[in-house]
């Protein structure tokens, strides 16, 4: 079962690029990365997802590896606004859907 | 925009009490989840369905049972509440059958349990 290892918190600047790790070893093959941002008080918020290489969007880019047993998902000038908790999430392909997130990643931007 | 509204924000109820949170979805997803979020925990999964009266146990599902009977809403029941189930409740929904979409995330309900 994949499970993901993400550091517990991190520490940013406004205006710095924030890139947080996760560490999923026994990914599977039909598994998908996914990547939320939660606020206080409110549910996860979906922000990427990619299978492998890079995918960017609009707010964020996800780097994964040949191997995919990590993944990166890079905050380009973090501002005060990005301020919460990064959850990595590896999804349990092929019917049954079952999704393990990992402990999250407290980022804290300081002015 | 996919909208998940769980009934409560806040909920206070004694041990020993049969707990019903309520989950409602109109995007018309296959896919309903429940999880609780404790600190330093992350979420955890308790149930997930993916079809109507389909269930599947999470990680945690002990002292809970889930109930599906139309597609849009998916209760989580606490049988008999008791205080090691105080927690932040988290309900989600997802289209399709594989894990390259994203799951839509209620905003939560906090349940203290006296």
């Known amino acids: 079962l994949a499970k993901t290892t993400q550091p517990i918190s991190m520490d940013s600047y406004e205006g710095q690029e924030v890139n947080i790790t996760c560490s999923h070893n026994n990914i599977a093959t039909n598994d998908y990365i996914t990547w939320y941002q939660q606020f206080p008080s409110q549910g996860p918020r979906f922000i990427i997802q990619?299978?492998?290489t890079k995918v960017t969007n609009e707010v964020a880019s996800l780097f994964i590896p040949a191997d995919r047993k990590s993944s990166t998902l890079s905050l380009p000038r973090v501002s005060l606004s990005d301020t919460a908790v990064y959850y990595c999430?590896?999804?349990?392909?092929?019917?049954?859907?079952?999704?393990?997130f990992g402990s999250g990643t407290k980022l804290n931007v300081k002015p | 925009d996919v909208k998940v509204t769980q009934s409560s924000r806040y909920l206070v109820k004694r041990t020993g009490e049969k707990v019903f949170l309520e989950c409602v979805q109109d995007m018309d997803h296959e896919n309903m989840f429940w999880y609780r979020q404790d600190p330093g925990l992350g979420l955890r999964l308790i149930y997930f369905?993916?079809?109507?009266?389909?269930?599947e146990k999470g990680d945690i599902p002990e002292g809970y049972s889930v109930s599906r009977e139309k597609k849009e809403r998916f209760s989580l029941i606490l049988e008999s509440a008791s205080t090691n189930q105080t927690s932040m409740y988290l309900c989600?929904?997802?289209?399709?059958?594989?894990?390259?979409?994203?799951?839509?995330f209620g905003d939560g309900t906090r349940l203290s349990i006296l």
């Open positions: 989600a929904s997802m289209p399709g059958r594989l894990g390259n979409q994203p799951q839509h």
């Open positions: 369905s993916y079809d109507v009266k389909m269930k």
């Open positions: 999430l590896v999804g349990e392909g092929g019917g049954f859907n079952k999704f393990y």
């Open positions: 990619g299978y492998k």
